[in-house]
């Protein structure tokens, strides 16, 4: 009689070693793999610094990257920004051919491939996690289920961005102009209409990128520039509200006030709530 109790482990050619999740705003350690392979997504605005065989690259986030064998180098910030590595460490014969396959999309020398959604890929790497953490008799099986689908899921992005690539090129560039210069002046409508793209297409693709409509984007942006200005320079209140993009001192008065639930006197003296970014 069939025992249902535990499944019947159809990957004994896959198993999943470790799951793990960091945030940093440092540069790594070097780090040397020897004999297993895995997956990992950075992910975050703006780019990190990635050391590999003595060179230096620059790689705009969000991107998945490749472990195995063989690999060695480290992650470095720029401009202090954050990064959040999550990653899991694979053994097997299945795992090295879902990572030799993989290899055939990089998107540089470094074992990266660049992403422009990441949401669905983190939804299940996060299923990992509840799932590693909690040992059942069956967490195996579930885990090496959840690599499966995460592969699965990896390749309809690269394929729905590949299908798109003239829209995806638009958004990287916008969203790195934006994160380089919040406060000026951005006709997104006129944007699009320039590069031959439907601007209702250009903002429902943007959000789907980025988890975060255009111009709601663009404001957090203004805020997070304004609140580094505040707490970290000594320019005046009228000069950091012209940087942000308002011409008003008033109108730059009420969006810190509505965002932060501050003044931008009171801001300086001390730090702002982390909920207060979320909106």
Known sequence: MQN???P????DDLEVKSVSLAKSRVNGSTYSVKDFYGLGLILGNGSVKRFESGKEYHLAMPFLYLIYPGINGSWGVLDGVERENRWFILSGARAERIVNSLKTNRTSDCPTIRLYDARELVEIHQKML???RCSTPSTAYRLAVCVEEFVG???DTLMEAKWDTQVARLISKTISEIAANPGAMY???DLARRNNISYDH???CFQKYTGKPIHAFLLQKRQDLAVSLLQESRDNIKEISFRCG???QSDFARFIKSRTGMTPSELRQRPVLDSFFDK
Do not use: E, S, V
Request: charged share 20%; hydrophobic share 50%; glycine share 0%.
């Open 202 to 204: 250009f903002r429902r």
């Open 187 to 189: 006709n997104f409508a």
């Open 4 to 6: 249902w109790a535990k």
């Open 153 to 155: 899921t990896f390749y």
């Open 130 to 132: 509840r799932l590693y």
């Open 246 to 248: 308002f011409q008003l």
């Open 8 to 11: 019947i482990n159809y990957f």
